[in-house]
Each structure stands twice: as structure tokens, then as C-alpha cells.
């Protein structure tokens, strides 16, 4: 029904799996603003593709994929900023300018980020730090290790593909337990 631009039906999903897919993500990311946001996105990409939908295929499970590439995309993103955020959070903290729970919220978003990374090979978090928190170009970081770019790039995509089979992990722990 959807492939025909059939509104209704995409209200009917919409209804159907806001709830399930915002708590999912909320439960990730601890904002619901931004879980809002995101599940906004993942509908509107849903609507844009209507045509590419297998109508054979589970939205449901559409649908979940689909969040969680946005979480890891969102993840991605502000890996730099919550780094620096937590920096932040820190000296405010010391100077007495904020409140603890602040600083502690921030910490528990970094800190999913952080538990992943320690669970990688010394070097594949190595060269994930160097690309993501200091901005460093692949080849950049080849020079500066002395490796191949394909090695970087392997280790880039490995750590990413790390991080997303965990939140794959957490996502599935969601769906069985909610």
C-alpha cells in the first residue's frame, strides 16, 4: 500500500512503530529530543525510499535496522563533540558552575562509546582515535604509523562494523525485553 504513496498506510506505521523505535532509541542515547529527531529521519527516509520497500520484508525489522544505522550515524558524529563535552563538563564541575547529574549524563553517552573502543585490538582503537577524535585523514594516519592506507581503512571498518554489531547486540536485548 505504501509504495503507491498511500499516506494513510504510512500513518497506520508510523503509529504503529513510533513508540517501539523512539524508546529504542532514547534508550541508547538518553535524550528524547534527539531520539525524536532521529526517529523523524528514519520516517522520512522510509517515505523518500516507499518504492525500494519490500512490501515482503518485516518493517518491523526495517524499520529497527533502519534506527539503529541512524544511531550509529548520530554516534559517529558527535564522538568529537561529546569528547570535548566531557572536557568541559569537567572543569565546570571543578569550578562549581554545573550540576554533578550534567556532567554525568554526558559521561554515560561517552562512556558506551569508550567500552566499545577498550574492547578492540590496541591498534584498531588506536587508528579510531586517530580518525574520529583527532580528525585524522586515512592517509594521514598511514604515514604517521607507518602502514598501507588499505590497513587503516580495514581497521576503520572493522572498528565501525564493532560498533555496530554492538548496538545490534543492545537493540536485539531491547526488542526481546521490552
Given at each position: 500500500?505504501?509504495?503507491?504513496?498511500?499516506?494513510?498506510?504510512?500513518?497506520?506505521?508510523?503509529?504503529?512503530?513510533?513508540?517501539?523505535?523512539?524508546?529504542?532509541?532514547?534508550?541508547?542515547?538518553?535524550?528524547?529530543?534527539?531520539?525524536?529527531?532521529?526517529?523523524?529521519?528514519?520516517?522520512?527516509?522510509?517515505?523518500?525510499?516507499?518504492?525500494?520497500?519490500?512490501?515482503?520484508?518485516?518493517?518491523?525489522?526495517?524499520?529497527?535496522?533502519?534506527?539503529?544505522?541512524?544511531?550509529?550515524?548520530?554516534?559517529?558524529?558527535?564522538?568529537?563533540?561529546?569528547?570535548?563535552?566531557?572536557?568541559?563538563?569537567?572543569?565546570?564541575?571543578?569550578?562549581?558552575?554545573?550540576?554533578?547529574?550534567?556532567?554525568?549524563?554526558?559521561?554515560?553517552?561517552?562512556?558506551?562509546?569508550?567500552?566499545?573502543?577498550?574492547?578492540?585490538?590496541?591498534?584498531?582503537?588506536?587508528i579510531f582515535a586517530m580518525r574520529y577524535d583527532r580528525?585524522?585523514?586515512?592517509?594521514?594516519?598511514?604515514?604517521?604509523?607507518?602502514?598501507?592506507?588499505?590497513?587503516?581503512?580495514?581497521?576503520?571498518?572493522?572498528?565501525?562494523?564493532?560498533?555496530?554489531?554492538?548496538?545490534?547486540?543492545?537493540?536485539?536485548?531491547?526488542?526481546?525485553?521490552?
Amino acid at each position: 500500500m505504501m509504495r503507491g504513496g498511500d499516506k494513510a498506510a504510512f500513518g497506520v506505521l508510523f503509529d504503529r512503530y513510533y513508540d517501539l523505535l523512539h524508546t529504542f532509541a532514547r534508550h541508547i542515547i538518553k535524550d528524547a529530543s534527539v531520539a525524536e529527531d532521529i526517529i523523524q529521519n528514519v520516517f522520512v527516509k522510509m517515505w523518500m525510499r516507499k518504492e525500494q520497500v519490500n512490501p515482503e520484508l518485516s518493517v518491523r525489522n526495517y524499520l529497527l535496522v533502519a534506527t539503529r544505522n541512524e544511531l550509529f550515524d548520530y554516534m559517529r558524529l558527535r564522538y568529537n563533540m561529546l569528547r570535548s563535552d566531557i572536557n568541559d563538563a569537567m572543569l565546570d564541575v571543578a569550578d562549581g558552575d554545573t550540576d554533578v547529574y550534567d556532567y554525568v549524563d554526558v559521561r554515560e553517552r561517552v562512556g558506551f562509546i569508550d567500552s566499545v573502543m577498550r574492547s578492540m585490538p590496541d591498534k584498531r582503537r588506536e587508528i579510531f582515535a586517530m580518525r574520529y577524535d583527532r580528525n585524522m585523514t586515512n592517509a594521514e594516519i598511514a604515514r604517521v604509523l607507518n602502514l598501507s592506507i588499505r590497513t587503516v581503512e580495514k581497521h576503520v571498518d572493522l572498528a565501525i562494523k564493532q560498533i555496530r554489531k554492538t548496538i545490534s547486540v543492545v537493540m536485539l536485548f531491547f526488542v526481546l525485553f521490552s
